[in-house]
């Protein structure tokens, strides 16, 4: 979603993926206004996206997080690896750790489970 003092924008597509359909175009002030504070106030509420750990993180925890920061801004497998510096094999191998950590199968539903749990932390927990 994207909200500017005039226009919102709601699209749950990926760009090139899926069908043409158009995004959902929210021009109402009212509307636009009401979006606006919540967004400031889940904002306020919720953790920290990267909360301190209370010991330094492994390599892999510091990579795990780079993977899902990275999904979670829209990127690519591709553009993954090519900025993380990992071979798409290693890749697959940390989302399949990660899939099986949060007894998940796609990466949408992976995101929807971190998120849900509200967090990072879980990425040391099954659960």
């Known amino acids: 979603m994207i909200i500017t003092d005039t226009l919102g924008v709601i699209s749950d597509r990926r760009v090139g993926e899926g ?21 400031e106030l889940h904002w306020e509420a919720a953790d920290r996206w990267f909360p301190v750990p209370a010991d330094s993180p492994s ?15 829209g990127s690519t497998r591709d553009a993954i690896t090519r900025t993380l510096e990992i071979s798409p094999r290693t890749y697959t191998t ?5 899939r099986q ?10 995101m929807y489970e ?10 040391t927990s099954s659960g």
């Open 94 to 98: 940390y989302m399949t750790a990660l």
């Open 19 to 39: 069908a043409a359909e158009p995004a959902i175009i929210i021009r109402d002030p009212a509307v636009l206004a009401w979006l606006k504070e919540e967004f």
């Open 114 to 123: 971190l998120g849900r749990r509200r967090g990072w932390g879980d990425l």
């Open 59 to 73: 390599d892999r925890e510091l990579i795990e997080r780079a993977i899902l920061r990275m999904l979670s801004e």
């Open 101 to 110: 950590r949060f007894n998940v199968k796609t990466n949408e539903q992976l």
